[in-house]
C-alpha cells in the first residue's frame, strides 16, 4: 500500500538548510494500521505531507496506493484520506450538511453522499449530533466528524496526522475506540502519527519510531521493546543518605546495570536499576535492602516501555520532546 525508497525532504530556513526527512524507506501492506512515532519535530508529519502529495519530496520515491506521488498525485488523492492536524470541518455548516457536501466535493453522486453520510454518522456515533452546527460540537465530536470526512470516498487508506492532539483522555479513549471498531469493519489501512506512548503501544499493530528525520526503528510494540535489555527497579527511600545505600546494595544484585540515584527537589529520593527478571530478582534486593537498614517508602518493578526503547536508541526520552 505504500512503498518509499529514500525518501527526502529539505527546507530552506533563512539560508540555512533544514533535513526535515532524512532518507527514508517505508513499506506499509493491505489493512495494516502502522504509527509513526516521535518527539515534535521528528519529520513525522512531513512525511505525511508528502505521502498524501502535498508537499514534494526533495529527493527519493514513494508509491502509495499503487501510484507514484510525484507523477500521479490525482490517482493517489482519489484512492486516500487524511485527517491533518487542525479541523477540517467548516464552523457554520450543520455536521450533517458538512460530510454531505464533502461527499460531493469527491465526486459522488446526491444519492450516494446522502446514504455515505448517514452511514458514517452512525459508524462514529455523530448521529445524535448531526443537526447541530459545527463549532457546537465537542473536541472528541469534531474529531470524529474531521475523520468522517476523510473516509467519505471510502478511501483504500487512511492517513491520520496527530488525530487525538488537544484531547482530554476520555475523548482520546472515546477516539480511538471508534477508529478500531472502524477498521476492523471496513479493512481499511490506516497510517498514523502521534506522540503518546500509550497510542503507539495500545493502538498501532507496527511502530516506526522517528528521530531527526529517519527512522530509527521498525516493529511491533513488543519486538521493539524485547530489544531493551531488562526491567526498571525503582524504589524510595527515606533519605538521601539512605538511598545511597541502597544504590551500593542494588550494584551487588548480578544482573543489575545502569544503576542510579535520582535526589528531587520535592519528594523521597530515588534508586533505579536495570535488571534481568525483575520479578525473580525483588525479593532477595528486599532482603538485602532490610538487612542493610535502608527504609523504604515504594517499590516498583515496570517492564521495557516504548520511552525505553527510544532512550537506548537516541540516549534521551521521547518525553524530552512532547512540549
Known sequence: MIHTRGLTRHFRVKKATVEAVRGVDIDVGKGELVALLGPNGAGKSTTLRMLTTLLAPTSGSAAVAGHDIATAPNEVRRRIGFVG?????????????ELYT???CYGLGK????????????MLELDAAADRIVTKLSGGQR?????????IHRPELL???EPSTGLDPHSRANLW????????????????????????????????????????????????????????????????AQARTGAEVAERVPSANSVSVEVPVSGDPEVRLRVERGDAVLPELLRSLDAAGVDLRTVRVQ???????????????LREGDG
Open 85 to 97: 492536524q487542525g479541523h477540517g470541518a467548516g464552523e457554520d455548516q450543520r455536521a450533517r450538511d
Open 102 to 104: 464533502q461527499g460531493l
Open 111 to 122: 444519492a450516494d453522499a446522502r446514504s455515505r453520510t448517514g452511514e458514517l454518522l452512525e
Open 143 to 151: 474529531r470524529r466528524l474531521d475523520i468522517a470526512m476523510g473516509l
Open 159 to 161: 492517513f491520520l496526522d
Open 177 to 240: 475506540e471508534h477508529i478500531e471498531r472502524l477498521r476492523a469493519e471496513s479493512g481499511t489501512t490506516i497510517v498514523l502519527t502521534t506522540h503518546y506512548l500509550d497510542e503507539a503501544d495500545g493502538v498501532a499493530e507496527r511502530i516506526l519510531v522517528i528521530d531527526h528525520g529517519r527512522v530509527i526503528a521498525d516493529g511491533t510494540g513488543d519486538e521493539l521493546k524485547g530489544k531493551v535489555s531488562g526491567d526498571l527497579i525503582t524504589f524510595a527511600a527515606a533519605d538521601e
Open 303 to 317: 517492564r521495557p516501555t516504548l520511552d525505553d526503547v527510544f532512550l537506548s536508541l537516541t540516549g534521551r526520552s
